[in-house]
Structures are given as structure tokens and as C-alpha cells.
């Protein structure tokens, strides 16, 4: 598919979208010259190559015009390859809007105005974001979210204690493993899994003097959790 370029159309950069609105200044012997007056730069391509998508308002968008402000597109017309927009401005009042005069400083920055230029990235990009979302989402909804992040040695007893009690609605239990059995580590492992699912906020651990110090250690060392 052939693409042509003429003389006064505006075109963006999809490299740069931050040119702003650029302008074709020259398109002939197979290049392409377009000025970009909001940076006050200037770029010469190859006309088959050229990494530029054509901005088209439609009726019902909004465009900018320097010393009149926004106004409303209610139709458009083509002269020679360029566009006329007729557009309203807010006392009602149609004005013709030739898109050689439109404000260099526009911006596609939304999803419809960039897909309504053709600005849109290679399906590789697309099927990457697809499939970290999707991995994002069989994490969050796995029963192990938040047993597995802990720097710990995973034992069966004491993920086995820490998935049963958090799963409750209410979690009330006493732990009393014998010394060595990783009480400190259950607890840890149960914490850190209501926080992820947000169902605890703030927690607050009530210990004797002498434990104080190994419980802030192993909170941080093990769950990055940051207790004071």
C-alpha cells in the first residue's frame, strides 16, 4: 500500500510523538521533508520508509487553533490532497480550518486519538503485554499468592499451617509447634499473604523485650516486611 505525501498535510512522528504536529514541507524525488514548528525541528525520510502516521480529525473532535482556542469539527473537506475542518467554537459560530494552521503543539497522548492516526505498535508488542497480563493474573489468582515471595526454606508444615489459616474468613489460632518448627516463619508466611490480599492493612505484633529485636530482623530479612 503506496502512501502519499503532499505539501501542507500534517503528519506525527511515531518515534517522537513529543515533535507535536509536523507539517510536510517538500515530498519528491522518493523523500520527504516535514517541520515540526513546537521543536523547531526538521526531518528529511525516505518516502517508502517514512515513520509517520497522518493525523485526521473527525467530526465531533476537538481542535486547536492558535488566537481562537478550542474548537468543535463538524465537517471536513479535501482540497488537493489537504483538509478543510469547519468548526464550531463555543458561541456557535462555524469556522473554516485549513490544517495548515493548526497548533504544531497537539499531542495524540490517548488510546483513540493514536489509534484513529494509526499509530499502533507491532503485534509482537501487543501478544508480550497480553501474556504478562495473563501470567499477572493466573498469579494473583493462584491459592499460593503470597507463600512463595518469602526467603525462606519452603517446608511442607509450614506452608500447609499458613495456607489453612489464611484461608479462613477469620483467622484465630494458636500456634504451638514445638521449639525449631518455624512458629516465627508460620506467622511470617500468614502475614505476608493477608497483606498481599489485602485483607489486613496494619498489623501489630505483641512481643516479650527480648524478642523484639529477632522479630524485626526476620520480618525484614525473610518478608521485607518493615516493622517499627
Known sequence: MSIIFIAGQRWISNPEPDLG?????????????????????????????????????????????????????????????????????????????????????????????RLLAGQVEHHRRFELRAATLEQQNTCKAASTLGLLGPRVQLLPHQLYIAAEVASRAAPRVLLADEVGLGKTIEAGLIIHQLLLLERAKRVLILLPDSLVHQWLVEMLRRFNLKFS
Open 21 to 113: 504536529l509536523g507539517i510536510i514541507l517538500e515530498a519528491q524525488n522518493r523523500r520527504v521533508v516535514i517541520a515540526f514548528p513546537a521543536a523547531e525541528e526538521e526531518r528529511t525520510y525516505a518516502a517508502a520508509a517514512a515513520p509517520l502516521s497522518r493525523v485526521l480529525f473527525q467530526v465531533g473532535d476537538e481542535i486547536d487553533v492558535p488566537g481562537q482556542g478550542p474548537l468543535v469539527v463538524t465537517e471536513l473537506q479535501e482540497h488537493s490532497g489537504c483538509i478543510v475542518y469547519f468548526a464550531e467554537d463555543e458561541n456557535g459560530d462555524i469556522h473554516p480550518v485549513p490544517e495548515q494552521i493548526l497548533s504544531a503543539n497537539i499531542k495524540l497522548s490517548n488510546a483513540k486519538e
